[in-house]
């Protein structure tokens, strides 16, 4: 192990995260979830309103605020404008995450490199970096969540009782909480706890009784006044929206028990090992450490049953699964390092030979495919793209001649690496592929400073567009089916779209001039990721 390496493991993995994610932060378009936060954290700075908090002026009491807190308070350092700042907490999230997951790997293995390479497979297990912009709040649930759950082990492992874990852990539990409610403390922390006492016993659980009830104290005091203060401040409010939230985890996206069996294929690069790393019977005998290997086997296997017995049920909702396998799949990895050498059985060899041979065939491949693909956007930025191919080319290429020769912990750097580069390299070309029909609406916010006009929107129009215009967008409502329109002579509409019908009616009272149809996607119309409430009409609306 390289001395740096040694001396400060942390500090280099939130180097190298910092370098795989920070110097193309503004680069792929703000999503569905990171707007409703972004409106969020503007709206209370507009505002000054950081405890009622509002999306588009509306009552936002689905999520807690602490990520947004954070997002708000980066948001006010590099301006509420900066896409990179308002992304960056979500991405100290992932070194705080990686920290923690580290640490917990070393409480229990003992044995620095293994904990290493447990920590750079989390890190390069594609949703954990992808929920960071699909789903922002759950990196905090669970990063936080992490932290809590290495100082609880650091308690459950003492023979003395440590006020000091006990504290830490109950407080960023409460943290956790005040993220996401109880979701990673469901999905994250319950089945960590029963794999721990299946796997390493809780012996001397009855002097520490006590304790983990001041730990419960602390937990539900940090993580639940926020949801009381809502509660004594806005009942009514508050009250819809939590029927409405928990109406839907029995209504709502409803799967079959079994829909999250292949959770494996979530890890990306790591789907095969990970496959492998959950066959018990298999590397029972194999590992290292067979007590940590047990714990995370099972709490992999406890957090999906656990996730499987509520109804509702969406992809993402398995990123805090991919903490302990990314654990369990550093066991066959740390097998192979030591042992794929003198493996001759192919049933062994072969998943290795096809899962890195892939990704090294693809490292080869894609440069050449992109540029047959993608000749004419691709020759616009040729230098990008001819970093990209050489770097990704010469990746692949090592990748497959340390194959052939069994060098394993090559491999498994080189391709780590490649993961890396992925993100480095191949995001400048991200805007390469923009379509023509992207149209943005950043500007139109200028233009009705400019002419003191105010716009409002009409069934709805997509948070994106909210964001991207600057600031809130007052709805127009309908009452027992009439709209209620400002009592302005003139003013501007955004709405995804106004029916015949609705049109019709306006018009006896108001003259409507279709201006501008703005599109925030950056896919072809015919493209499978194109989506029409990404589509906002602009419409100007005379008094007659």
Not at 1 to 18: D, Q, R, S, V
Not at 238 to 249: C, D, G, M, R, V
Not at 306 to 333: C, D, Q, T
Not at 335 to 341: H, N, S, T, V
Request: glycine letters at 4%; aromatic letters at 16%; hydrophobic letters at 45%.
């Amino acid at each position: 192990m390289p001395k740096f390496l040694k001396n400060y493991p942390l500090a280099t993995l939130c180097l190298l995260i910092a370098i795989m994610l920070l110097p193309n932060l503004e680069t792929i378009q703000v999503t569905i979830m990171e707007a409703r936060n972004f409106i969020t954290a503007r709206e209370m700075i507009q505002d000054n309103n950081w405890l009622l908090t509002t999306m588009n002026g509306q009552a936002r009491y689905e999520k807690p605020p602490l990520p947004t807190w954070l997002t708000t308070i980066s948001g006010l350092v590099f301006g509420v404008k900066s896409i990179f700042g308002m992304r960056l907490p979500a991405i100290i999230m992932i070194m705080v995450l990686a920290i923690y997951s580290y640490k917990l790997s070393n409480l229990i293995l003992k044995n620095q490199i293994h904990s290493y390479l447990n920590t750079l497979i989390l890190v390069t297990s594609f949703y954990v970096i992808g929920i960071t912009i699909e789903a922002p709040w759950d990196i905090f649930t669970h990063g936080f969540m992490m932290v809590a759950i290495y100082h609880l082990v650091c308690f459950f492992n003492s023979h003395i009782t440590k006020w000091t874990s006990v504290i830490y852990a109950g407080f960023f539990i409460g943290c956790s909480i005040l993220s996401k409610g109880p979701v990673s403390f469901y999905a994250l922390l319950l089945p960590c706890i029963i794999a721990y006492g299946f796997s390493f016993k809780y012996n001397t659980i009855k002097p520490k009784i006590v304790p983990l009830l001041a730990l419960l104290i602390i937990a539900l005091t940090i993580g639940g006044w926020w949801y009381l203060y809502v509660r004594l401040e806005d009942a009514e409010t508050f009250k819809a929206i939590t029927s409405k939230e928990t109406e839907n985890w029995t209504s709502y996206n409803v799967r079959p028990f079994y829909y999250y069996w292949s959770f494996f294929t979530q890890s990306g690069l790591w789907t095969i090992p990970a496959f492998i790393s959950l066959l018990y019977p298999y590397l029972k005998s194999k590992v290292i450490n067979f007590k940590a290997y047990k714990f995370t086997l099972l709490w992999t296997i406890f957090a999906v049953i656990l996730l499987s017995l509520i109804p509702e049920k969406k992809s993402r909702y398995l990123m805090p699964v991919l903490i302990p396998l990314a654990l369990n799949i550093g066991f066959y990895i740390n097998y192979l390092i030591r042992e794929f050498k003198s493996l001759t059985d192919k049933r062994e060899t072969i998943p290795v030979y096809f899962n890195f041979g892939l990704i090294a065939v693809i490292g080869m491949i894609a440069p050449i495919a992109l540029f047959f693909m993608f000749k004419t956007e691709l020759s616009q930025h040729p230098i990008k793209f001819a970093v990209f191919a050489i770097v990704a080319f010469t990746l692949g290429l090592f990748i497959l001649l340390k194959l052939i020769k069994k060098d394993i912990k090559t491999v498994f750097i080189l391709t780590t690496t490649f993961f890396g580069a992925l993100f480095l390299f191949g995001l400048p070309l991200f805007k390469t592929f923009t379509s023509s029909n992207f149209k943005p609406i950043n500007s139109l916010l200028k233009t009705h400073q400019e002419a003191q006009v105010k716009l409002y929107n009409i069934n709805h129009i997509s948070p994106e567009a909210i964001w991207q215009y600057g600031t809130k967008i007052p709805q127009i409502t309908k009452s027992k089916g009439v709209y209620i329109f400002p009592k302005a002579t003139e003013f501007g509409v955004l709405a995804n779209n106004i029916s015949k019908k609705d049109q019709e009616i306006i018009s006896k009272n108001y003259s409507i001039e279709l201006i501008k149809t703005f599109d925030l996607n950056e896919s072809e119309p015919d493209s499978k990721q194109y989506k029409d409430r990404l589509i906002s009409k602009y419409y100007y609306f005379r008094k007659k």
